[in-house]
Protein backbone atom coordinates (compact mmCIF):
# COMPACT_ATOMS: atom_id res chain seq x y z
CA UNK A 1 0.00 0.00 0.00
CA UNK A 2 1.39 3.37 -0.94
CA UNK A 3 2.12 5.29 2.16
CA UNK A 4 1.59 9.18 2.58
CA UNK A 5 3.83 11.07 5.42
CA UNK A 6 2.97 14.71 6.05
CA UNK A 7 5.23 17.88 8.09
CA UNK A 8 4.51 19.09 9.70
CA UNK A 9 2.41 16.91 11.89
CA UNK A 10 1.02 20.81 13.93
CA UNK A 11 1.56 23.79 12.19
CA UNK A 12 0.98 27.04 14.74
CA UNK A 13 -0.33 30.13 12.14
CA UNK A 14 -0.33 34.00 12.29
CA UNK A 15 -3.32 35.12 10.20
CA UNK A 16 -2.22 36.97 7.13
CA UNK A 17 1.11 34.75 6.57
CA UNK A 18 2.08 32.30 4.41
CA UNK A 19 1.78 28.38 5.89
CA UNK A 20 2.86 25.15 3.75
CA UNK A 21 2.26 21.89 4.24
CA UNK A 22 4.14 18.65 2.97
CA UNK A 23 3.24 15.65 1.44
CA UNK A 24 5.42 12.66 0.49
CA UNK A 25 4.38 9.31 -0.92
CA UNK A 26 6.16 6.00 -0.72
CA UNK A 27 5.77 5.48 -4.46
CA UNK A 28 5.33 8.12 -7.68
CA UNK A 29 1.91 9.22 -7.45
CA UNK A 30 1.75 9.43 -11.93
CA UNK A 31 -0.64 7.06 -13.60
CA UNK A 32 -0.25 5.52 -16.48
CA UNK A 33 -2.96 8.17 -18.38
CA UNK A 34 -0.54 11.12 -16.97
CA UNK A 35 -2.55 12.27 -14.61
CA UNK A 36 -1.48 12.83 -11.07
CA UNK A 37 -4.35 11.45 -8.04
CA UNK A 38 -3.28 13.27 -5.54
CA UNK A 39 -5.92 15.33 -3.49
CA UNK A 40 -6.02 17.89 -0.10
CA UNK A 41 -8.64 17.45 2.08
CA UNK A 42 -9.82 19.85 4.93
CA UNK A 43 -11.57 18.78 8.25
CA UNK A 44 -13.00 21.98 10.46
CA UNK A 45 -12.98 21.35 14.21
CA UNK A 46 -17.06 19.24 14.31
CA UNK A 47 -16.84 18.88 10.39
CA UNK A 48 -16.94 16.68 8.32
CA UNK A 49 -13.61 16.68 5.71
CA UNK A 50 -14.00 19.06 2.58
CA UNK A 51 -12.05 18.63 -0.71
CA UNK A 52 -10.04 21.30 -1.63
CA UNK A 53 -7.91 20.31 -4.42
CA UNK A 54 -7.61 17.55 -6.66
CA UNK A 55 -4.92 16.36 -9.19
CA UNK A 56 -2.34 17.86 -7.56
CA UNK A 57 -3.52 21.69 -8.25
CA UNK A 58 -7.05 21.98 -9.61
CA UNK A 59 -9.05 23.72 -6.86
CA UNK A 60 -12.67 22.92 -6.17
CA UNK A 61 -15.46 25.03 -7.01
CA UNK A 62 -15.99 27.94 -3.85
CA UNK A 63 -12.23 27.45 -2.95
CA UNK A 64 -10.34 30.63 -2.16
CA UNK A 65 -7.49 31.29 -4.52
CA UNK A 66 -5.48 31.58 -1.19
CA UNK A 67 -4.88 27.58 -1.50
CA UNK A 68 -2.98 26.06 -4.03
CA UNK A 69 -1.17 22.76 -4.61
CA UNK A 70 1.86 22.10 -6.34
CA UNK A 71 3.89 19.04 -6.79
CA UNK A 72 4.63 15.79 -8.70
CA UNK A 73 6.09 12.51 -8.63
CA UNK A 74 6.06 11.82 -4.44
CA UNK A 75 6.78 15.46 -3.22
CA UNK A 76 3.54 18.17 -3.06
CA UNK A 77 2.96 20.64 -1.22
CA UNK A 78 -0.63 22.64 -0.04
CA UNK A 79 -0.01 26.29 0.37
CA UNK A 80 -1.83 28.40 1.70
CA UNK A 81 -0.59 32.22 0.73
CA UNK A 82 -2.24 34.33 3.47
CA UNK A 83 -3.61 32.24 6.23
CA UNK A 84 -7.26 33.39 7.27
CA UNK A 85 -8.64 32.58 10.89
CA UNK A 86 -11.51 30.51 9.58
CA UNK A 87 -8.45 28.25 7.92
CA UNK A 88 -7.81 26.65 11.33
CA UNK A 89 -8.52 22.71 10.91
CA UNK A 90 -6.82 19.50 9.96
CA UNK A 91 -5.48 19.49 6.65
CA UNK A 92 -5.45 15.52 4.84
CA UNK A 93 -3.39 14.71 1.32
CA UNK A 94 -4.59 11.66 -0.12
CA UNK A 95 -3.69 9.57 -3.30
CA UNK A 96 -6.30 8.00 -5.44
CA UNK A 97 -2.89 6.61 -8.16
CA UNK A 98 -2.68 3.02 -6.35
CA UNK A 99 -5.83 1.75 -5.27
CA UNK A 100 -7.28 -0.22 -3.58
CA UNK A 101 -6.58 1.15 -0.61
CA UNK A 102 -7.12 5.03 -1.16
CA UNK A 103 -4.65 5.82 1.69
CA UNK A 104 -4.73 9.28 3.56
CA UNK A 105 -1.91 10.93 5.08
CA UNK A 106 -1.68 11.30 8.89
CA UNK A 107 -3.05 15.20 9.01
CA UNK A 108 -1.68 18.18 9.47
CA UNK A 109 -3.74 20.54 12.30
CA UNK A 110 -3.73 24.32 11.57
CA UNK A 111 -4.23 26.42 14.03
CA UNK A 112 -3.58 29.99 15.18
CA UNK A 113 -0.58 31.24 17.40
CA UNK B 1 -27.58 20.02 -4.26
CA UNK B 2 -25.92 17.04 -3.28
CA UNK B 3 -27.00 15.19 0.06
CA UNK B 4 -25.72 12.29 1.78
CA UNK B 5 -27.41 11.17 4.95
CA UNK B 6 -26.02 8.17 7.24
CA UNK B 7 -28.24 6.51 9.78
CA UNK B 8 -28.28 3.21 11.88
CA UNK B 9 -25.36 4.00 14.29
CA UNK B 10 -24.57 3.34 18.07
CA UNK B 11 -23.00 1.13 20.77
CA UNK B 12 -22.62 -2.31 19.96
CA UNK B 13 -20.91 -5.25 22.23
CA UNK B 14 -17.59 -7.09 20.44
CA UNK B 15 -18.64 -9.45 18.45
CA UNK B 16 -21.97 -7.64 17.50
CA UNK B 17 -23.20 -6.14 14.09
CA UNK B 18 -24.10 -3.45 12.70
CA UNK B 19 -26.27 -2.03 9.29
CA UNK B 20 -25.26 1.50 8.44
CA UNK B 21 -26.89 3.33 5.68
CA UNK B 22 -26.92 6.55 4.14
CA UNK B 23 -29.83 8.27 1.77
CA UNK B 24 -28.19 10.10 -1.24
CA UNK B 25 -30.32 12.92 -2.70
CA UNK B 26 -29.34 15.50 -5.52
CA UNK B 27 -27.45 13.24 -7.84
CA UNK B 28 -27.98 10.51 -10.32
CA UNK B 29 -27.09 7.63 -7.48
CA UNK B 30 -26.86 5.18 -9.77
CA UNK B 31 -23.78 6.93 -11.71
CA UNK B 32 -21.70 7.28 -8.64
CA UNK B 33 -19.35 4.52 -7.42
CA UNK B 34 -19.49 5.03 -3.40
CA UNK B 35 -17.65 4.42 -0.44
CA UNK B 36 -17.02 4.58 3.21
CA UNK B 37 -14.38 6.36 4.87
CA UNK B 38 -14.16 5.95 8.83
CA UNK B 39 -11.99 8.20 11.63
CA UNK B 40 -11.70 6.91 14.42
CA UNK B 41 -11.73 9.63 17.64
CA UNK B 42 -8.92 11.94 17.35
CA UNK B 43 -7.39 10.01 14.41
CA UNK B 44 -7.33 10.38 10.78
CA UNK B 45 -9.10 9.39 7.72
CA UNK B 46 -9.65 5.52 6.71
CA UNK B 47 -10.65 4.39 3.44
CA UNK B 48 -13.00 1.46 4.16
CA UNK B 49 -14.53 0.12 1.32
CA UNK B 50 -15.87 1.21 -2.19
CA UNK B 51 -18.65 0.18 -4.83
CA UNK B 52 -19.10 0.35 -8.41
CA UNK B 53 -22.39 2.35 -9.75
CA UNK B 54 -23.93 -1.60 -10.87
CA UNK B 55 -22.47 -3.60 -7.62
CA UNK B 56 -19.97 -5.23 -10.86
CA UNK B 57 -16.96 -4.12 -8.61
CA UNK B 58 -16.26 -3.96 -4.77
CA UNK B 59 -13.13 -3.04 -2.80
CA UNK B 60 -12.35 -3.27 1.01
CA UNK B 61 -9.04 -2.33 2.89
CA UNK B 62 -7.65 -5.61 4.72
CA UNK B 63 -8.34 -4.51 7.98
CA UNK B 64 -12.46 -5.27 7.34
CA UNK B 65 -11.80 -7.75 4.66
CA UNK B 66 -14.37 -10.94 5.51
CA UNK B 67 -16.30 -9.11 8.39
CA UNK B 68 -18.06 -5.69 6.29
CA UNK B 69 -20.33 -6.06 3.52
CA UNK B 70 -21.27 -2.92 1.55
CA UNK B 71 -23.99 -2.44 -0.62
CA UNK B 72 -26.57 -0.30 -2.56
CA UNK B 73 -29.51 -0.11 -4.16
CA UNK B 74 -29.64 2.14 -6.80
CA UNK B 75 -33.77 1.90 -6.90
CA UNK B 76 -33.87 3.83 -2.97
CA UNK B 77 -30.56 5.68 -3.98
CA UNK B 78 -29.12 4.20 -0.68
CA UNK B 79 -25.68 2.46 0.05
CA UNK B 80 -25.18 0.09 2.91
CA UNK B 81 -22.53 -1.08 5.44
CA UNK B 82 -23.22 -4.15 6.90
CA UNK B 83 -20.41 -4.62 9.99
CA UNK B 84 -20.27 -7.82 11.42
CA UNK B 85 -17.74 -9.64 13.90
CA UNK B 86 -17.28 -5.80 15.17
CA UNK B 87 -14.15 -5.12 17.30
CA UNK B 88 -12.73 -1.87 19.57
CA UNK B 89 -10.61 -0.95 16.85
CA UNK B 90 -13.96 -0.63 14.46
CA UNK B 91 -14.86 2.10 16.71
CA UNK B 92 -15.31 5.43 14.64
CA UNK B 93 -17.24 7.89 12.86
CA UNK B 94 -18.66 6.23 9.13
CA UNK B 95 -18.95 8.36 6.46
CA UNK B 96 -20.77 8.12 3.25
CA UNK B 97 -18.47 9.37 0.29
CA UNK B 98 -19.65 9.82 -3.11
CA UNK B 99 -16.53 9.23 -5.59
CA UNK B 100 -15.23 11.08 -8.86
CA UNK B 101 -14.21 9.01 -10.79
CA UNK B 102 -12.26 11.31 -13.24
CA UNK B 103 -10.25 12.61 -9.84
CA UNK B 104 -9.91 9.30 -8.40
CA UNK B 105 -11.00 11.40 -5.12
CA UNK B 106 -13.93 11.76 -3.23
CA UNK B 107 -15.91 15.28 -3.98
CA UNK B 108 -18.96 15.10 -1.61
CA UNK B 109 -19.28 13.68 2.21
CA UNK B 110 -22.06 12.76 4.40
CA UNK B 111 -21.99 14.47 7.72
CA UNK B 112 -20.96 10.69 9.42
CA UNK B 113 -22.40 8.76 11.72
CA UNK B 114 -20.71 7.20 15.00
CA UNK B 115 -20.20 3.65 15.53
CA UNK B 116 -18.92 2.31 19.35
CA UNK B 117 -18.01 -0.66 19.64
CA UNK B 118 -17.39 -1.58 23.82
CA UNK B 119 -19.06 -4.12 26.39
Known amino acids: DVVLTQSPLSLPVTPGQPASISCRSS???????????LSWFQQRPGQSPRRLIY???IRDSGVPDRFSGSGSGTDFTLTISSVAAEDVGVYYCMQGTHWPPFTFGPGTKVDIK | EVQLVESGGGLVQPGGSLRLSCAASGLTFSRYWMSWVRQAPGKGLEWVAN????????YYVDSVKGRFTISRDNAKNSLYLQMNSLRAEDTAIYYC????????????WGQGVLVTVSS
Open chain 1, 55 to 57: KVS
Open chain 2, 97 to 108: VKDEGATMSFDY
Open chain 1, 27 to 37: QSLLYSDGNTY
Open chain 2, 51 to 58: IKEDDGEI
